[in-house]
């Protein structure tokens, strides 16, 4: 019984008409705030960019707020491109963003300080609508559709370092492209305990993610990345 129990745990089986999460049993964790496609839990105040990892949300556990409130707090500045955009359709899908339709961008207010403050959370100033993701696939050549955990409207310059929510920042990236996205979420967070230990700077951290990701896993974990 206890293994069936969690089998349904991960899987959101019903009880009593309620999944076993809603239902308060043991296999919600305390805090969580909604259950992902692929059973594990996420504890985030927002419902904007919940489970984007984990194949999407396949359950709200608790209601989320429309917003972050402390997005306010938060001053990203301005909108810097790495290089001029100069496409907005014909993009070439591929496994590195097409540099013409997305160069990468970051945002001149989130520095070294804001990023590395204990305070600082990528969900205080995640903002991409599902209208941006659509526009990015229609770019692409994609239809503006639900993926799942298929495909993911990647920062290319990624929060943690300061990338910004705009258009010229994102680009559709495979989960199978290899290496593919969930490759690059182990760097996006390596990247930017890097910063923050001063073992690189901001700017040139920006610059490798934002032109060749894939060098910069290889500078911070001493090998090619395998996906």
């Known amino acids: 019984m206890r293994r069936v129990l969690v089998v ?3 899987a959101g089986c019903a009880l009593g008409g309620l999944s076993l999460a809603s239902a308060g049993v043991r296999g919600a964790p305390p805090g969580a705030t909604a259950r992902c496609s692929d059973g594990t839990y996420s504890f985030s105040t927002t419902r904007s ?14 209601p989320a707020v429309s917003a972050p409130s402390s997005a306010a707090a938060v001053h990203v500045g301005s909108t ?40 600082f959370h990528t969900s205080s100033i995640r903002n991409v609508p599902e209208s941006e ?4 696939e229609q770019e692409y050549g ?5 993926y799942g955990s298929a495909l993911e409207i990647d920062h290319i310059v990624s929060l943690e370092l300061g990338g910004s929510n705009d258009v010229a920042n994102l680009f559709p990236e495979k989960a199978d492209a290899h290496p593919g996205y969930r490759v690059k979420d182990t760097l996006e967070n390596a990247a930017h305990a890097w910063v923050c230990q ?13 032109t060749d990701w894939e060098a910069l896993y ?10």
Do not use: M, N
């Open 80 to 119: 810097i491109l790495l290089s001029p955009r100069t496409k907005t359709s014909g993009c070439t899908l591929g496994a590195e963003p097409d540099r013409r339709c997305s160069p990468g961008a970051y945002s001149s207010g989130l520095t070294k300080t804001v990023l590395c403050s204990s305070r």
């Open 218 to 227: 290889k500078l911070v974990f001493g090998t090619a990345p395998v996906g």
């Open 8 to 10: 349904c745990a991960l």
């Open 133 to 136: 993701k659509h526009a990015v």
């Open 49 to 62: 960019g919940t489970c984007s990892h984990h194949g999407g949300v396949a359950e709200w556990l608790t």
């Open 142 to 146: 994609l239809a503006p559709a639900s």
């Open 198 to 210: 001063r073992k690189i700077s901001l700017g040139v951290a920006q610059r490798k993610i934002g």
